[in-house]
C-alpha cells in the first residue's frame, strides 16, 4: 500500500505520559500534516511540514512537537499528557507545500489515543 | 481570523430528497475551498474544489463571495451518500495548511 500509513492504530496510555505517533506519507508526497479530531472540536490542524521544514503552524499545544525526517516521515510526540488530549490524530500528505499545495491532501486511517 | 463553520452537525434526509449541507468561511485573502468526505470505515478524502467547478457524485458547490458561502448541493440523495462531509480553507500564505469545518454527517434514509 503506497498511501499515508500511520502508526500505531490505537494507543491506551495514562495521565502524564509521554507518546510518539508515526507518519509515513505517500510515495513522492513531500508535505506532511498533522490534524487532531475530537468529539467537539472537529479536525484541527497542529502542524505542517514539508520536506523536512516546519512550514505551518496551528494550534499545536507547547507540549506537542513533531518532526520530519530526511526520509519524509513524520513523528508527533506528545507529553504530559492530560484526558483531553485523547482524540483521533491524522496524518495527511500532499505532493507540494505553499504555494505549491493544490489543496488534495490524502490522509491516513489516524491514530486512536486514550489517555486514562 | 481565518475559520471555517459547518452549523449542522447532522442532516437528515429521505432518499430522493435535495440535500444542501451548508458552510461558510471567513478569511480576508482570496478563498480557495474544498470539500472532503469520509464514508462509514474509509479514510477522509477529496470530494470536490471550488476551483473545479466540477460535479462530483451529482454533488456540486459554489463559491458565493458575498455572503462567504459554498455550500454543497445534491438535487437527490442517495443511501450511498451518507457519510461526514468537511468543508475545507486553504491557507495558502501561511504554508499551504488546510483548515477544516466541524464536519455535517449526512443520514440518507431509505
Known amino acids: 500500500d503506497s498511501g499515508v500509513t500511520q502508526t500505531p492504530k490505537h494507543l491506551i496510555t495514562a495521565t502524564g505520559q509521554r507518546v510518539t505517533l508515526r507518519c509515513s506519507p505517500r510515495?513522492?508526497?513531500?508535505?506532511v500534516y498533522w490534524y487532531q479530531q475530537s468529539l467537539d472540536q472537529g479536525l484541527q490542524f497542529l502542524i505542517q511540514y514539508y520536506n523536512g521544514e516546519e512550514r505551518a503552524k496551528g494550534n499545536i499545544l507547547e507540549r506537542f512537537s513533531a518532526q520530519q525526517f530526511p526520509d519524509l516521515h513524520s513523528e508527533l510526540n506528545l507529553s504530559s499528557l492530560e484526558l483531553g488530549d485523547s482524540a483521533l490524530y491524522f496524518c495527511a500528505s500532499s505532493n507540494g507545500g505553499g504555494i505549491s499545495n493544490t489543496g488534495e491532501l490524502f490522509f491516513g486511517e489516524g491514530s486512536r489515543l486514550t489517555v486514562l | 481570523a481565518q475559520r471555517v463553520t459547518q452549523p449542522e452537525k447532522l442532516l437528515s434526509v429521505f432518499k430522493g430528497a435535495p440535500v444542501e449541507l451548508k458552510c461558510n468561511y471567513s478569511?480576508?485573502?482570496?478563498?480557495?475551498l474544498f470539500w472532503y468526505v469520509q464514508y462509514s470505515r474509509q479514510r477522509l478524502q477529496l470530494l470536490l474544489r471550488?476551483?473545479s467547478r466540477e460535479s462530483i457524485k451529482g454533488f456540486t458547490a459554489d463559491l458565493n463571495k458575498g455572503e462567504t458561502s459554498f455550500h454543497l448541493k445534491k438535487p437527490f440523495a442517495q443511501e450511498e451518500d451518507s457519510a461526514m462531509y468537511y468543508c475545507a480553507l486553504l491557507i495558502r500564505n501561511q504554508g499551504g495548511k488546510l483548515i477544516f469545518g466541524q464536519g455535517t454527517e449526512l443520514s440518507v434514509k431509505p
Open positions: 510515495s513522492g508526497d513531500l508535505s
Open positions: 478569511y480576508s485573502g482570496s478563498p480557495e
Open positions: 471550488h476551483i
